[in-house]
């Protein structure tokens, strides 16, 4: 059964820094590229961040860039979302999610871990 | 980056309605992807590659689509169909989603 199990998630106040993890099991984690998606308190999904399988090719979208670090140790078949310089509109719940195809859909998502950037 | 616009953003449905939800690209994509979000939950993938369903969905779910105009139909609504429905592409970078149909059932 694939698993995605997110942690790591709190309350951080602004310009702060946290780091996520998500760990996988149920699957050859080294064989697929992962991302970050995160759902804002008004319910938008957005995608924050990308790393291909063997974690030599990352993307982020602009709003994010510069911040955010994904990451991945394949030998401990988990993945990582370091956080920098966090704003309120950083708040979400964030999840994990697996590419599932070529086309680009994500086949499995995690139960997500919230972030919270307030003073 | 491509904007997905999904309408309605509400509905409603008896039990036994046929529904049709649809998610317009400002730009033309090749595949669009469905998502089924349930309160509390994370979103699961339904339909993928614009008209395979995922597996264990219903087959009273269909979708279709092509180029701009893209859309996810339920022959027959049953209650636990009641969710929010978010689109979602990756035929260009950034992959982005619509605002989501919240769907409730009459």
């Known amino acids: 059964e694939v698993k995605l199990v997110e942690s790591g998630g709190g309350l951080v106040q602004p310009g702060g820094s946290l780091k996520l993890s998500c760990a996988a099991s149920?699957?050859?984690?080294?064989?697929?590229?992962m991302s970050w998606v995160r759902q804002t308190p008004e319910k938008r999904l957005e995608w924050v961040a990308y790393?291909?399988?063997?974690?030599?090719?990352?993307y982020y979208p602009d709003t994010v860039k510069g911040r955010f670090t994904i990451s991945r140790d394949n030998a401990k078949n988990t993945l990582y979302l370091q956080m920098s310089s966090l704003k309120s509109e950083d708040t979400a719940m964030y999840y994990c999610?697996?590419?599932?195809?070529?086309?680009?859909?994500?086949?499995?998502w995690g139960q997500g871990t919230t972030l919270t950037v307030s003073s | 980056q491509i904007v997905l616009t999904q309408s309605p953003a509400i509905m409603s449905a008896s039990p036994g309605e046929k529904v049709t939800m649809t998610c317009s690209a400002s730009s033309s994509v090749s595949y669009m992807h469905w998502y089924q979000q349930k309160s509390g939950t994370s979103p699961k993938r339904w339909i993928y590659?614009?008209?395979k369903l995922a597996s264990g969905v219903p087959a009273r779910f269909s979708g279709s689509g092509s180029g701009t105009s893209y859309s996810l139909t339920i022959s027959s609504m049953e209650a636990e169909d009641a969710a929010t429905y978010y689109c979602q592409q990756w035929s260009s970078n950034p992959p982005t989603f619509g605002a989501g149909t919240k769907l409730e059932l009459k």
């Open positions: 790393i291909s399988n063997g974690g030599g090719s990352t």
């Open positions: 590659d614009t008209s």
């Open positions: 149920g699957f050859t984690f080294s064989s697929y590229t």
């Open positions: 999610a697996r590419r599932g195809d070529y086309y680009g859909s994500f086949d499995y």
